[in-house]
């Protein structure tokens, strides 16, 4: 069994090679936490320094299987007229990687005492790679399943636009503009390999935080992902904040999965206090009868925040 596992996900990895490498972004269940990821835009909207670690297990009972490993920090600048962010990821799926690093920069607008728009750029450098050593050969020997590691560092940039208030959240971005059809390899002097192809994608993200009472709080919001190698698809979310401490939710994804989702938040003295670190589990699992077969998906995050004044903190933290 466990050797049909791997065949399967060496398969399965030079398929996603060339679909979830071509999104230029790793995996993950709770998008609505780490906007930052996707979406330039979003950099400096949380009127502190926050630091974000996602680790994420695809499929956990596939050998091969997705794992992600990220860093993003963002804060704002300039007496919040410009948001920073910085972004670290890397994806490895069955014998292919993929390690990037961001730069994004957002110009911040007040519209009015609620309402802030921002328009965000980034500058992104990946490094693909696929290791034929991981492989399994047809036949003993094969000096192509030797240790050979083809690699391929590309650049490449993208855009969004964020608009916020203390309770609400709109935006659209694209984070890989630039795509392989854009790029010129006749001054490379060798063949093209189109393993690692960059495709446009596109992100639109919506979510409203409401208020019921002074100890509970909802928070629904929703994701859509439109990609040009692959189907477009939509996360719909719903999450309860219980004494603005701990949160809980659930959510579907129209690839026929579900998710639930915890998260603590750690306080020293009060809810809007100088520091706030939240701890969160993420538990996605298909519907039907291929889950016994992927298994579930597991996802861990952990947030940081440095508030520069606590005096003026209004946004609730899990928004």
Request: zero cysteines.
């Given at each position: 069994m466990r050797k049909s596992l791997t065949l399967f996900a060496i398969l399965m990895s030079t398929v996603l090679s060339r679909s979830v490498f071509a999104q230029n972004l790793p995996l993950y269940d709770q998008y609505h936490f780490n906007q930052l990821i996707f979406n330039p835009a979003y950099a400096g909207s949380k009127n502190a320094f926050e630091t974000n670690i996602f680790v994420h297990q695809h499929t956990s009972n596939m050998l091969g299987a997705p794992t992600t490993q990220s860093f993003t920090a963002h804060l704002p600048v300039s007496n919040d007229k410009v948001?920073?962010?910085?972004?670290?990821?890397?994806?490895?799926?069955?014998?292919?990687?993929?390690?990037?690093?961001?730069?994004?920069?957002?110009?911040?607008?007040?519209?009015?005492?609620?309402?802030?728009?921002?328009?965000?750029?980034?500058?992104s450098l990946t490094n693909y790679s696929i290791n034929y050593a991981e492989l399994d050969a047809f036949k003993d020997g094969d000096p192509?399943?030797?240790?050979?590691?083809?690699s391929y560092i590309k650049p490449n940039f993208g855009a969004g636009i964020y608009l916020h208030s203390n309770n609400f959240y709109l935006?659209?971005?694209?984070?890989?503009?630039?795509?392989?059809?854009?790029?010129?390899?006749?001054?490379?002097?060798?063949?093209?390999?189109?393993?690692?192809?960059?495709?446009?994608?596109?992100?639109?993200?919506?979510?409203?935080?409401?208020?019921?009472?002074?100890?509970?709080?909802?928070?629904p919001d929703a994701m859509l992902k439109i990609g040009n190698n692959i189907p477009s698809q939509a996360d719909v979310n719903m999450n309860l904040i219980l004494y603005n401490t701990l949160l809980v939710g659930g959510g579907y994804r129209t690839n026929n999965s579900f998710s639930f989702v915890a998260e603590y938040m750690f306080t020293s003295t009060d809810i809007l206090q100088n520091q706030d670190a939240g701890l969160g589990y993420s538990y996605n699992s298909v519907l039907g009868n291929d889950a016994a077969f992927f298994g579930p998906s597991h996802e861990v995050f952990l947030v940081y925040r440095f508030h520069k004044n606590k005096t003026n903190i209004k946004n609730p933290r899990f928004f």
């Amino acid at each position: 069994m466990r050797k049909s596992l791997t065949l399967f996900a060496i398969l399965m990895s030079t398929v996603l090679s060339r679909s979830v490498f071509a999104q230029n972004l790793p995996l993950y269940d709770q998008y609505h936490f780490n906007q930052l990821i996707f979406n330039p835009a979003y950099a400096g909207s949380k009127n502190a320094f926050e630091t974000n670690i996602f680790v994420h297990q695809h499929t956990s009972n596939m050998l091969g299987a997705p794992t992600t490993q990220s860093f993003t920090a963002h804060l704002p600048v300039s007496n919040d007229k410009v948001g920073l962010g910085v972004k670290i990821y890397h994806d490895k799926i069955g014998a292919t990687n993929a390690t990037a690093f961001a730069f994004d920069y957002a110009y911040r607008a007040h519209l009015n005492t609620k309402f802030v728009v921002a328009i965000g750029l980034e500058a992104s450098l990946t490094n693909y790679s696929i290791n034929y050593a991981e492989l399994d050969a047809f036949k003993d020997g094969d000096p192509a399943f030797g240790g050979k590691v083809d690699s391929y560092i590309k650049p490449n940039f993208g855009a969004g636009i964020y608009l916020h208030s203390n309770n609400f959240y709109l935006g659209v971005s694209t984070p890989t503009i630039l795509t392989d059809k854009n790029v010129s390899t006749s001054d490379v002097g060798k063949e093209y390999d189109d393993i690692f192809n960059q495709t446009t994608n596109t992100y639109a993200t919506i979510g409203v935080l409401l208020k019921i009472t002074d100890n509970f709080s909802i928070k629904p919001d929703a994701m859509l992902k439109i990609g040009n190698n692959i189907p477009s698809q939509a996360d719909v979310n719903m999450n309860l904040i219980l004494y603005n401490t701990l949160l809980v939710g659930g959510g579907y994804r129209t690839n026929n999965s579900f998710s639930f989702v915890a998260e603590y938040m750690f306080t020293s003295t009060d809810i809007l206090q100088n520091q706030d670190a939240g701890l969160g589990y993420s538990y996605n699992s298909v519907l039907g009868n291929d889950a016994a077969f992927f298994g579930p998906s597991h996802e861990v995050f952990l947030v940081y925040r440095f508030h520069k004044n606590k005096t003026n903190i209004k946004n609730p933290r899990f928004f």
